[in-house]
Nanobody
C-alpha cells in the first residue's frame, strides 16, 4: 500500500513564501517521478511541477521562476518551494507519485491573501 503525506500549506500574504513537503511510503522500489498538481475552486486540476528520476524538472508557465521542485535525501520525498506567491496561486495542492499508476496525497490548502 503506497501512501503520500503532504505538509506545509497555509495562509500567506501576496509576495510571501511557502514550502510544501511530500513523503511517500510503502512498497516502492527505487526513486520514481513525483510532482505537484493544484486545483483552485471552480477550475480543473493542473500540473504545477514534476521531477523525474534523473532530476529533470517541468513547470507550468505561470510558476516558472517562482517555484522550485526538489527531492529530499530520503527516497521518494519531494519539496515545492514557492516564492513570490500571488492570489492566483490559491488552491489545494496535491502531491503525486508515478509508480505503475498515479498515487495521490490528501491535498494541502494554500491560500494567498492579504
Amino acid at each position: 500500500q503506497v501512501q503520500l503525506v503532504e505538509s506545509g500549506g497555509g495562509l500567506v500574504q501576496p509576495g510571501g513564501s511557502l514550502r510544501l513537503s511530500c513523503a511517500a511510503s510503502g512498497s516502492i522500489l527505487g526513486v520514481n517521478p513525483m510532482g505537484w498538481y493544484r486545483q483552485a475552486p471552480g477550475k480543473e486540476r493542473e500540473l504545477v511541477a514534476r521531477i523525474f528520476n534523473g532530476g529533470t524538472t517541468n513547470y507550468v508557465d505561470s510558476v516558472k521562476g517562482r517555484f522550485t521542485i526538489s527531492r529530499g535525501t530520503a527516497k521518494n520525498t519531494v519539496y515545492l518551494e514557492m516564492n513570490s506567491l500571488k492570489p492566483e496561486d490559491t488552491a489545494v495542492y496535491y502531491c503525486f507519485l508515478m509508480y505503475g499508476s498515479f498515487y495521490w496525497g490528501q491535498g494541502t490548502q494554500v491560500t494567498v491573501s492579504s
